[in-house]
């Protein structure tokens, strides 16, 4: 049952970051823009974010998906749903009345709602890491079976 509970999960936070990495890609100039609204970095650091970020977003999507270094992508995921939540919560704070860009063409306004959407996203994905047994990410690294 905790396995299926981890794939079902593995497969939502997949899911979440392969639909907004691949909406974000498709709108690059949307995305930057919605990036530089956040005004948490300086406007290059943000150009490049939202140039790098959707890809970055897939391929984690990717390999949560293919089972292959499932326990860093989750943790890369859970580090990408922290910086999603902490910067909408920091727009609140600034009392900012910007777009989230969470999903691209969705045009909705942060709130509280939306800022922890990903914090909840961040917290299953570390739950996930932590749950794949270690044995499953040691592979043919595993000391049993490195031959002196």
Known sequence: MRQLILETLGMFVAGALLFSGLIHASQPYL????????????????GLMGIWLPYFQIIVAVFITINRGRRVAFLAAGGLFTSFSLAQFSVLVRGFQIDCGCFGFIASKVTFA?????FVLAGISVWSARSIPQAAQQGCLAPDKISE
């Open 31 to 46: 995305f930057i823009h919605t990036v530089s609204a956040y005004r948490v970095t300086p406007p290059v650091v943000s």
């Open 114 to 118: 939306s800022a922890l959407f990903p």
